[in-house]
């Protein structure tokens, strides 16, 4: 009911000391996230059109708990490995695991054709919203939002009722890109071109300038996590 709804994705949700009665919402309840550099971001009930073989339930979403998520996975084995794709098989085994615990189904936005809607199903958490340059922007995380995995329930419940921060902000990441890579769409060849010379050693060492400005989240990511995924883009 509303009471196992209310424990289950307050904000302080796998920390909670509360009774559930559903042992599958209690099993994901008492996972220490915080352990795993995880955090809840968002959640929202399945539609028949999401392309998953079930019925009903809830899609939780979850993404890098910042700022302490990079030492998280900078002490994985993953990380040191030289094996390809370290941060996605981080993300398989760890969200895989919590899957796991609570008897549930994860899936991950890096897994595809088909491509699972993780776009679609942030914008109907009532956590994130589309931004004027046309990247997701969180309530929390700002322009800075990811996702590495969800975790489908059978349990539904309905998602949060936010409001983009987009609609009260002067939108400065429009014109914080050095080479107006947002003015029309998203130019990536001229993103690219821009970080893989002298003049881009900003935004490959400190992550998007676009990003960077936006004020919500200022100062959660890493400049070495956004090295590495700059790293990776180029």
Known sequence: GRARAKCLFAGAVYRSRCRIADQRAARLMVLPLERTGLALLGHCP??????????????????????????????????????????????RRVVGHLATAAKGIAYYPFDGPPF?????????????W?????FLV????????SYRGAIWLPETHAPAHGTSPCDTCAAPCMDACPVGAFNEGYDVEACRRHIAAPQGASCMTHGCAARRACPVGTGLRAPAQSAFHMEAFR
């Open 116 to 128: 699972r809607p993780f776009y679609t199903w942030a914008q109907r958490s009532g956590r994130a």
């Open 138 to 145: 969180h309530a929390d995380r700002g322009l800075f939002v």
């Open 46 to 91: 399945l539609e028949p059109g999401d392309g998953l073989p079930h019925e009903g339930g809830t899609v939780l979403l979850l993404g890098p708990d910042e700022p302490g998520f990079w030492q998280h996975f900078k002490a994985s084995p993953e990380y040191s490995d030289r094996l390809p794709d370290p941060l996605d098989r981080w993300s």
């Open 130 to 134: 589309p931004s004027p340059i046309g």
